[in-house]
């Protein structure tokens, strides 16, 4: 059983930065595929960025690219989102996720992801 425990959300202007840690616990870490998401109040859930097992693939939504980095240290059994060029539309509540299959390339979708933190607030203010 994998846990994952979401750090680093909080308050920040636009046009700032902010990054994310997740880290991880149990199961099989360095052979899952892991992602973040991010939830408004009424919205579904939002595939930000994708890292598969070895850390040579990643995926972005077309909304962060090009000012968010996915990352993943197996050693550590970390993987991390650093956020640049913060929105107030990137406002929400971000979720790490691990993939329910191991050796698989990067999902984007929720339900190929089995394992969920709790969820960090980032809030950007404009």
């Known amino acids: 059983q994998v846990q994952l425990v979401e750090s680093g959300g909080g308050l920040v202007q636009a046009g700032g930065s902010l990054r994310l840690s997740c880290a991880a616990s149990g199961g099989t870490f360095s052979r899952n595929a892991m992602g973040w998401f991010r939830q408004t109040p009424g919205k579904e859930r939002e595939f930000v960025a994708a890292?598969?097992?070895?850390?040579?693939?990643?995926e972005y939504a077309d909304s962060v690219k090009g000012r968010f980095t996915i990352s993943r240290d197996n050693a550590k059994n970390a993987v991390d989102l650093q956020m640049n060029k913060l929105k107030p539309e990137d406002t929400a509540v971000y979720y790490c996720?691990?993939?329910?299959?191991?050796?698989?390339?990067?999902?984007?979708?929720?339900?190929?992801?089995?394992?969920w933190g709790q969820g960090t607030q980032v809030t950007v203010s404009s």
């Open positions: 996720a691990a993939d329910s299959r191991i050796f698989r390339l990067s999902p984007k979708r929720p339900d190929d992801y089995g394992y």
């Open positions: 890292i598969n097992w070895r850390g040579d693939n990643t």
